[in-house]
C-alpha cells in the first residue's frame, strides 16, 4: 500500500512545486521581455537602415538631375556676367552694350528653363536664382528703349547677384568654392 504522506509533508512538496512554477514563470517573463526589447531594437535599426538608404538614393537621384540641368541656367548666367564684365572693361574688343534687349533675351532663356530648374534648387538657391530674376525684371522694367544702356552702378550690383546664383547652383552640385 502506498506511504500516505503527512500534510507537513504535502505542504512542504506544493511549496516546492510554486516556487519552481513562479520561477519557471518569472524566466520565461524575463526571456518574453528580453525578446520584446531586441525586436523593437532590431526593428528600429532596420527602420534607420531602410531611412537612410531612401535618403542616399534620393540624394544620389537628386544630384543626377541637377548635374542635367544646372549647366542650362549656369551657361546662361556665366554669358550675362561676361556681357557685362565685357561691357565695364570698355579697352575689351568684345565690350558690346549691355541693353534691355539682351537682358529680355536672357530672361526669355530662362523663363523656357525655370519651371524645370526650379523644383531642383535647394531652398537656399531658390531664394537666391529668385532674388537674381526679380532684379533682372525690375532692371528691365525700368528702362524705357530696347536699346537703352544699362549704368555701371546697376550692373556691378546686378553682377554680384548673378555670381551669388552661380554660386548657389555649384552648391547645390557639390562643387566648393571659396
Known amino acids: 500500500m502506498p506511504e500516505l504522506i503527512t500534510l507537513h509533508q504535502f505542504i512542504l512538496f506544493m511549496d516546492v512545486l510554486i516556487v519552481t512554477s513562479i520561477i519557471s514563470s518569472s ?3 524575463v526571456i518574453g521581455v528580453a525578446t520584446v526589447v531586441i525586436g523593437r531594437r532590431t526593428i ?5 537602415k531602410i531611412q537612410t538608404a531612401v535618403e542616399q538614393l534620393y540624394a544620389a537621384r537628386l544630384l543626377e538631375e541637377r548635374s542635367k540641368l544646372y549647366p542650362d541656367v549656369y551657361m546662361i548666367l556665366g554669358e550675362l556676367a561676361m556681357d557685362i564684365a565685357a561691357m ?4 575689351s574688343a568684345l565690350s558690346m552694350p549691355v541693353t534691355k534687349a539682351r537682358l529680355l533675351k536672357a530672361r526669355d532663356k530662362i523663363d523656357s528653363l525655370k519651371g524645370g530648374h526650379a523644383l531642383f534648387y535647394s531652398v537656399e538657391t531658390a531664394y537666391i536664382v529668385y532674388d537674381f530674376y526679380q532684379r ?3 532692371i528691365i522694367a525700368s528702362l524705357k528703349k530696347d536699346n537703352e544702356i544699362i549704368s555701371h552702378s546697376i550692373l556691378d ?11 548657389g547652383l555649384k552648391k547645390d552640385l557639390g562643387i566648393h568654392i571659396e
Open 136 to 138: 533682372l525684371s525690375e
Open 157 to 167: 550690383e546686378f553682377r554680384t547677384k548673378i555670381s551669388l546664383a552661380e554660386m
Open 27 to 29: 524566466v520565461t517573463l
Open 44 to 48: 528600429k535599426n532596420e527602420r534607420i
Open 88 to 91: 565695364q572693361n570698355s579697352h
